[in-house]
């Protein structure tokens, strides 16, 4: 079943809608930006190619039709629904503008890309290596473009504003701690030249992203990088003590080979934090309260998509993001907005915890930038964001088809 590759043989239904996914994050990995202040033709190109890989009978499907059976897809219809009823109406209330209500509502839709595209995956599993060398990818190109843009001080597929935080993307730190993962377990598979070989290799490529994050010293996702190791190595020592010890052994040595300073990294990145501390993280939730506790209709509903607020974190500017996932859709959606974001992504954990317990690798890269970006960073904004849960499903259902996993 998997001999055939996704463009060659018979092509069908399914066929069309996954090659379609496969260009519409091609495109974007080249040409697209994770926030873009205007919509170009990239952004219609990508649009049109996403719609087509959903399909509008599964668009439909997504908003009549329940499914009880799986908490993570009912709390995710309602949290859908909710959405794309009551913050447009508080938005309108509010005069928000047309524009930015869009331009929240876009990446809301792109939160549901699990529900939308899953069924795809379900009828043809052994697409989702496709898949998923696409978002990896989207990855690595990302890395690659930060760096070039920032060695020659121009960008040279987009304007530097649209793509100054390319390195923060998900897929950015998800394609760096995969390729890790898979070098590391060829070591584990047997010490030979050719999975040396295959391992120095695949570290080299992971250097992309981890001089891009460097380079910005993005500290979450570089202490992600320190922890999924330690993780990993001590997951194998338990495994296999001896061939844990030869990897450690290895990635040692090459550590030594091509002269990677963490102290000059250490210290860079402990210098940051000291002068900009937590980076009016705090501050900005105490903001967002200050304004959804001042109006119990705020508080219910929120003040529509395209809301904004004056940001401690950017200066006193008016933006409308915050840095964290859940007081973003405070502000936006209200605390029924939140209760319903809660359920569906504590379904979507629950799916990720099995895995992580079904293949470790592959489960604890999808988790590190998932969480940072509730959390830590706005790029859940980001089609990014959506694929990466988009392969919390899909894996599951991969694993399951090839592994005989329940």
Request: hydrophobic share 55%.
């Given at each position: 079943m998997c001999g055939e590759g996704i463009f060659l043989g018979r092509v069908d239904f399914y066929d069309y809608r996954t090659i379609c996914l496969v260009f519409a994050?091609?495109?974007?990995?080249?040409?697209?930006?994770?926030?873009?202040?205007?919509?170009?033709?990239?952004?219609?190109?990508?649009?049109?190619?996403?719609?087509?890989?959903?399909?509008?009978?599964?668009?439909?499907?997504?908003?009549?039709?329940?499914?009880?059976?799986?908490?993570w897809k009912s709390s995710g219809q309602v949290f859908l629904i909710y959405g794309m009823s009551i913050p447009i109406l508080a938005g309108a209330v509010y005069g928000n503008g047309f524009s930015a209500m869009l331009r929240d509502i876009i990446p809301f839709l792109f939160l549901f890309l699990p529900m939308f595209l899953l069924p795809l995956l379900r009828a043809r599993p052994y697409y989702f290596r496709s898949i998923l060398f696409a978002i990896l990818m989207i990855g690595l190109l990302f890395a690659l473009r930060s760096l070039m843009m920032r060695i020659y001080d121009r960008c040279l597929f987009a304007c530097p504003d649209e793509l100054l935080y390319l390195e923060n993307m998900p897929t950015v730190l998800f394609a760096c701690l995969l390729i890790i993962g898979v070098a590391m377990s060829f070591i584990m598979r047997g010490v030979t030249?050719?999975?040396?070989?295959?391992?120095?290799?695949?570290?080299?490529?992971?250097?992309?992203?981890?001089v891009a994050m460097v380079t910005t010293l993005q500290r979450a996702s570089l202490g992600a990088v320190a922890l999924y190791v330690v993780i990993l190595q001590c997951y194998f020592f338990y495994k296999s003590p001896a061939k844990a010890a030869l990897l450690f052994l290895i990635g040692t040595l090459f550590v030594f080979?091509?002269?990677?300073?963490?102290?000059?990294?250490?210290?860079?990145?402990?210098?940051?934090?000291?002068?900009?501390?937590?980076?009016?993280?705090?501050q900005e939730f105490v903001a967002i309260w200050d304004i959804v506790s001042g109006d119990p209709l705020a508080f219910l509903f929120g003040i529509g998509w395209g809301g904004q607020f004056y940001s401690p974190a950017v200066g006193g500017l008016s933006v409308n993001f915050t840095h964290n996932f859940f007081t973003t859709l405070l502000l936006k959606t209200g605390?029924?907005?939140?209760?319903?974001?809660?359920?569906?992504?504590?379904?979507?954990?629950?799916?990720?915890?099995?895995?992580?317990?079904?293949?470790?690798?592959?489960?604890?890269?999808?988790a590190a930038p998932i969480l940072i970006d509730l959390t830590l960073y706005a790029s859940f904004k980001s089609l990014d964001f959506g694929l990466v849960l988009l392969l919390i499903s899909g894996s599951l259902v991969y694993l399951r088809d090839y592994n005989n996993e329940s």
């Open positions: 994050c091609m495109t974007y990995a080249v040409f697209g930006s994770p926030t873009p202040d205007n919509i170009g033709v990239a952004e219609v190109v990508i649009g049109i190619l996403l719609a087509l890989s959903i399909g509008a009978g599964r668009a439909h499907d997504v908003f009549i039709k329940s499914d009880k059976t799986k908490f030249m050719r999975n040396i070989a295959i391992f120095s290799a695949l570290i080299m490529v992971s250097l992309i992203p981890i080979i091509i002269n990677i300073s963490f102290s000059s990294v250490f210290y860079d990145l402990l210098s940051k934090t000291q002068n900009v501390g937590l980076n009016m993280r705090p605390i029924i907005g939140v209760v319903a974001c809660i359920a569906y992504i504590v379904g979507l954990l629950e799916r990720l915890l099995r895995v992580i317990f079904k293949n470790p690798i592959l489960g604890l890269a999808l």
